[in-house]
């Protein structure tokens, strides 16, 4: 497994590996890797020949200056734990290197950026779309893996290839949970053991909602979702939407689509957890 710091040097490593013809495959993260990252990791090895995980905590896309600041940053477990998973290269640019000048490019997809957490947290997807298409540019990927943890983040990506044509195939895969539940998220290790205690509600909730589908109504299920999580004092629901799960837009009947999906947002302390759940009608 090589280590690479430098665009140009990973190019040449990879325009390599293209004249052998091989599959390439991308993993774009931010590190402070766990097994969420790791299935992407193991899933894009078996996938291709060529598997390449970049690790960069993306200024531009923490519309929150805390947040950014208390990113975890642990680039030597990571690459110890690549190593493992499998992946042949690992990029790891400097902040300079991503951003040798200020990205001014604003993108707008439409509603599947603007609702959620495109509402919440402004900036937050143009920001993620400014460096994904660059590593897009940069890597030329033939595949590239997203969890579905971070739903809505899936459909952005699949709408910035098709406005930028960009070809390469997105696979979105299933999200990886604790034993109890909790999704796996680089921001768990920031919860208090007390708060860490209770985050699984939030799961078990959406779970629990599954039950009642399509009998209560999508109002009553949202109801029911923020009612109970909000019942907890440590927790507090910042949105819970129930979605058509390609297009983002917000159903008001289980008959408005035939993909239905519950998109969360929870502060648990002050520490803000995603999540999500498919609803079979
Ligand atoms: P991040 O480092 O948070 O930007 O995440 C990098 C990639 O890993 C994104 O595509 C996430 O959706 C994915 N990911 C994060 N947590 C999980 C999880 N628990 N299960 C599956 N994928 C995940």
């Not at 390439?24 to 899933?43: D, Q």
């Not at 951003?99 to 947290?121: C, H, I, L, N, Q």
């Not at 921001?187 to 629990?208: C, D, G, M, S």
Request: hydrophobic share 35%.
């Amino acid at each position: 497994m090589k280590i690479v710091n430098n665009i140009k040097e990973l190019k040449g490593y990879l325009a390599q590996e293209r004249q052998k013809n091989r599959k390439i495959g991308l993993v774009p993260t931010m590190g402070a890797l766990h097994n969420g990252h790791i299935s992407l990791v193991k899933r894009c090895g078996k996938d291709n020949d060529v598997c390449v995980v970049s690790v960069f905590v993306n200024p531009t896309q923490f519309n929150n200056k805390t947040d950014l600041v208390t990113y975890p940053r642990t680039l030597d477990k990571d690459c110890a734990l690549l190593e493992s998973a499998g992946c042949n290269y690992v990029f790891a640019p400097s902040e300079q290197e991503m951003y040798p000048e200020p990205d001014v490019r604003k993108f707008d997809f439409g509603t599947v950026s603007s609702v959620m957490e495109g509402a919440y947290r402004p900036g937050h997807f143009n920001g993620v779309a400014q460096v994904v298409s660059k590593l897009f540019y940069i890597v030329e990927p033939d595949n590239a893996y997203f969890g579905e943890k971070d739903f809505q983040q899936v459909a952005v990506i699949r709408a910035m290839v098709k406005q930028l044509n960009i070809p390469v195939l997105i696979n979105a895969c299933p999200i990886i949970r604790e034993a109890d539940g909790l999704a796996l998220s680089s921001r768990n290790v920031r919860l208090t053991p007390e708060q860490r205690q209770k985050a699984p509600l939030i799961a078990r909730t959406l779970k629990e909602s599954t039950n009642f589908v399509p009998e209560k109504s999508v109002q009553e299920v949202k109801e029911y979702v923020i009612n109970t999580i909000n019942a907890d004092p440590v927790m507090r629901v910042e949105y819970y939407e129930i979605v058509d799960g390609n297009t983002m837009n917000a159903i008001n009947s289980w008959s408005d689509t035939t993909y239905p999906v519950g998109c969360i947002t929870v502060y648990c302390g002050d520490v803000r957890l995603i999540d999500n759940i498919k609803y079979n009608k």
